[in-house]
T-cell receptor
Framework: DAMVIQNPRYQVTQFGKPVTLSCSQT?????MYWYQQKSSQAPKLLFH???????NEADTPDNFQSRRPNTSFCFLDIRSPGLGDAAMYLC???????????FGPGTRLTVT | GENVEQHPSTLSVQEGDSAVIKCTYS??????FPWYKQELGKGPQLIID?????GEKKDQRIAVTLNKTAKHFSLHITETQPEDSAVYFC?????????????FGAGTRLFVKA
């Protein structure tokens, strides 16, 4: 049974057109993460929530924002996608810090 | 800054042989070291992890060793099978603003030839 679900699996958007990616979890984990992964590279942390507390990485562009309305759901908003934002976006959860992260299948974003 | 280096970037072995992937980390306060396997088109999946109070951990064909003094840890896969072919990431947890975060190595693409 899927534990971390990401929708959509594939998203095509136009340059500058806002896009929202969604993530849901059935694990009731405290921590939810968003990573950006470009081809043949390691996942790069954008930000995470510990419960309702939002923690942004210093080098995450302002163009990227996130919302966590409840324990189960977390959203990644890209306000004005550029060509360089084309990537796989991975959502992950963990019950607490310093524990296994459970990754979703990812959303592949294409910017035209 | 915090860094995890991983070698080799590509590894090709014959089925049945062993594969070893090595990582070093920079933050001496790191205390959790997971290894993730990522298959094409999928998210990473944990295969084994080790905490800093343990020097070695084994799970069937997979083992991880940790040398805290030297700040390096290694993944060992024995009796490799074609289904082991994937990208493997080592990682280390570090204290960060707001809590902890995981720093990933650059990944090793493992090919197991039948």
């Amino acid at each position: 049974d899927a534990m971390v679900i990401q929708n959509p699996r594939y998203q095509v958007t136009q340059f500058g057109k806002p896009v929202t990616l969604s993530c849901s979890q059935t694990l009731n984990h405290n921590v939810m993460y968003w990573y950006q992964q470009k081809s043949s590279q390691a996942p790069k942390l954008l930000f995470h929530y510990y419960d309702k507390d939002f923690n942004n990485e210093a080098d995450t562009p302002d163009n990227f924002q996130s919302r966590r309305p409840n324990t189960s759901f977390c959203f990644l908003d890209i306000r004005s996608p550029g060509l360089g934002d084309a990537a796989m976006y991975l959502c992950a959860t963990s019950r607490d810090y310093v524990y296994e992260q459970y990754f979703g299948p990812g959303t592949r974003l294409t910017v035209t | 800054g915090e860094n995890v280096e991983q070698h080799p970037s590509t590894l090709s072995v014959q089925e049945g042989d062993s594969a070893v992937i090595k990582c070093t980390y920079s933050d001496s306060a790191s205390n959790y070291f997971p290894w993730y396997k990522q298959e094409l088109g999928k998210g990473p999946q944990l295969i084994i992890d080790i905490r800093s109070n343990v020097g070695e951990k084994k799970d069937q064909r997979i083992a991880v060793t940790l040398n805290k003094t030297a700040k390096h840890f290694s993944l060992h896969i024995t009796e490799t099978q074609p289904e082991d072919s994937a990208v493997y990431f080592c990682a280390a947890s570090i204290r960060s603003t707001g809590g902890f975060k995981t720093i990933f190595g650059a990944g090793t693409r493992l090919f197991v030839k039948a």
